[in-house]
């Protein structure tokens, strides 16, 4: 791997995990009114926001890896532009966590590193399975996010606008996915992304 694609690699890792994201759009949910929360369903809330601004890092993280070991320029395309509105999803979340009163995973860089190990070795199995991988993701990430929608205290509109626009991205991302060519994961990789997803959301909700 040419030694300028390492660098610029390594700053983004840098820039995901340690700097304030950028956004274009405007944050989902920002006309709502703020909840009257107790402090337990704003702790709760602010966990499950916690939680998917790991999983963003991670999404960061496994695009990264797979552009990095992709052969075809229109699948790089593909996965920058998904990178980059999981970019915004970054910034949204981490701006949510901070009004709710919570803070960032303590183990985001360990969750980057595992994410980019991922994506690596999905870039390197070709650009089919690579898409087949992201599409496989994105459907997982999407079902999680209907979950944590009705997971979240009722009255919490702010939280709940910004886990609906994420999984409207998610799901166009998963039918670019396929329209590339994805090839569909054997069941048990995807029931081993799965576990794995498992595992970083039960330690995100309290680290």
């Known amino acids: 791997m040419p030694i300028d694609a390492l660098i610029i690699a390594f700053d983004k890792a840098l820039r995901t995990v340690f700097a304030p994201a950028p956004t274009v759009r405007a944050v989902p949910g920002n006309g709502e ?33 797979q552009a990095l070991t992709s052969s075809d320029p229109a699948v790089r395309l593909a996965l920058e532009q998904a990178a980059w509105e999981e970019t915004e999803h ?15 995973s303590l183990l985001n860089p360990l969750w980057y590193g595992g994410a980019l190990a991922m994506g690596m ?8 399975w690579n ?17 944590h929608k009705m997971r979240l205290p009722q009255q919490d509109r702010r939280s709940w606008e910004i886990l609906e626009q994420m999984r409207k991205d998610e ?22 992304m799965r576990l794995a997803a ?10």
């Open 33 to 65: 009114a703020e909840a009257d929360l107790s402090d337990a369903e704003r702790a709760h809330a602010a966990a499950l926001m916690r939680v998917n601004h790991c999983g963003e890092i991670c999404a960061q993280a496994l695009y990264q890896g």
């Open 90 to 104: 970054l910034a949204w979340t981490e701006r949510r966590i901070k009004e709710l009163g919570g803070r960032k």
């Open 121 to 128: 070795a999905a870039g390197k199995s070709g650009d089919a």
């Open 131 to 147: 898409l087949g991988f992201l599409a496989e993701t994105e459907r997982q990430v999407e079902a999680h996010l209907e979950n």
């Open 171 to 192: 799901a166009g991302h998963a039918q670019t996915a396929m329209r590339l060519g994805a090839k569909e994961l054997p069941v048990p990789l995807k029931l081993a």
């Open 198 to 207: 498992k595992l970083m959301k039960t330690v995100a909700y309290r680290v």
